[in-house]
């Protein structure tokens, strides 16, 4: 079942909850009542999930939640980070060897805690935010409801200031599901990649993960039913499900029973490192929004799920226009099996777009792509994943009055867009301006900021007309002499389903 499904699902469900029972009207026989358009409601309710940020003692990581003010929402809600808790399998098992007097006192402190929210929401329009330091933060379970409930957003930032994976690594705080591809990944001798499992239920989940490199599915040993405990977080390190080492890797997490919200930390021991979010689900057309205008390498990963081989065009959307990357043109993808080019220094001091399409028959693939900044020691690195339009509206958050980039990328249609600048979680007035983006065109925008502001603030894009628009936040930050970054794409929030027209049907209760 893919994420749309479920969102309707439970958007119905939600509404049901509310009206009670209900039946769907339809027009009668002669066909003089047509059905009439489906509504378009706020979600009710929310779920989020976030991995634990960093395994170094040199990690701070700040939290920060946002949610849109949203017309048509109830009066009420609250919107709550809690700890997924910080054991599960091995871990637990360490523990229960440990004095029971001890454990049993330890257990009842890590309750009391696990019952104090992380991090709660204030109120619609203004972003919270709550730091924490060292090694040991766990995974976080997230819900909003009510008027917390539509585009709930929480972005989790990371600054490492030394080892393996040094620099900034951000991540939004995803929805739980059952599937999720994640080209880029690597089991390379330089490479520390893991794969992150949250489950936020109440029973455990099992979950498979499949390697594929570019020979196909990599040989595993205990990538199959692995059981993520109820309310916890579980890393996975790629290099332990396989003895394989390559560059450039797929990863395919699939749910047996039950649902997880899924991650992937990828750390290099020279090049930094960041978050690799899932890409869309597989589909024959892809946009992966907004490539830094100052990235001197650009690596692309594509994997062809299934036994068809894709044939796809290159194209380069940059502020100018659609261009081809040269010696690029095309890349061939075998089926089951992963494609990497690299595309050298592309940008050429330009912000842009790659838009991948079918050169023949459409074939679904996934693909992510690797940016490195900077040069010898001072390299960064970053992953842009291929993402979903903006769509009515998309918000990205924990923005800085300098130091945030915002690049948008009309491939089809010229479209116009409004992007607002929230109040600052610490003070400030929220803001907006309206662009236009012409078609085949990426525009790095003037990011409005609020004024007088106070700490970090959200911004949010809504299409205004045209065609679909795909968008991507990059942050930046000076550490210790590295030009630190991390890149999120700002896919719709899906805050708004749309629900059928319905009519109380009392004779339900009759029946």
Known sequence: MNRTTLSLIAGVGALAAVTGFAALTSPDASGASPAKAAA????????????????????????????PVTKGTAGDGKAELLSAGEESGAAAGDKGAKDKKAGKDEKAGKTAAADKPVLTAEEPGKPVTEDASGADSPALVGTADGKFAPGWTVQQTTQVAAGTGRG????NC???????????????????????????????????????GKDGALETTVGEGITVQPHSGEPILLSTLTSEKQDNVTVHVSVRSGRVGASVQALDDKLGGDWLAASVDPTGSLVLPGIPK??????????APGEA???????????????????????????????????????????????????????????????????????????????????????AVDNTGKGTRLSVTAPSATAKIKVTASAGS???????????????????????VPSGLKGTYALTVETVSGGPVYASRTLTSSLDGVSAFTVQTLPDDRGMVAVPEADEDLSVLQK
């Open 40 to 67: 378009e409601l706020p979600v009710e309710r929310t779920s989020l999930v976030c991995p634990a940020p960093s395994s170094s003692d040199l990690a701070e990581t700040t939290y920060t939640s946002f949610t």
């Open 168 to 171: 900034l690594q951000g991540v």
């Open 174 to 212: 995803t929805a739980p599901d059952t599937e999720f591809w994640f080209p880029g990944a690597s089991t390379a001798p330089d490479r520390t990649d893991y794969v992150h499992l949250t489950n936020p239920d109440d029973s455990a989940a099992v979950v498979d993960i499949e390697l594929y």
């Open 294 to 303: 100052d990235a001197t390498a650009v690596r692309l990963v594509v994997f």
């Open 309 to 395: 081989d894709a044939d796809l065009k290159v194209r380069l959307a940059s502020p100018s226009g659609s261009i081809t990357p040269a010696g690029n043109e095309t890349l061939h993808v075998k089926g089951g099996m992963t494609s990497a080019v690299d595309l050298g220094d592309v940008m050429r001091g330009e912000p842009g777009s790659l838009v991948l399409t079918p050169s023949d028959h459409s074939v679904p693939v996934v693909a992510a792509v690797r940016v490195v900044r900077g040069k010898g020691a001072a390299q960064e690195t970053a992953f842009i994943p291929a993402g979903r339009a903006a769509g009515k509206r998309a918000t």
């Open 426 to 448: 610490e003070g400030g007035s929220a803001v907006s301006k309206t662009y236009t983006v012409k078609s085949g065109t990426t525009q790095e925008v003037e990011v409005p």
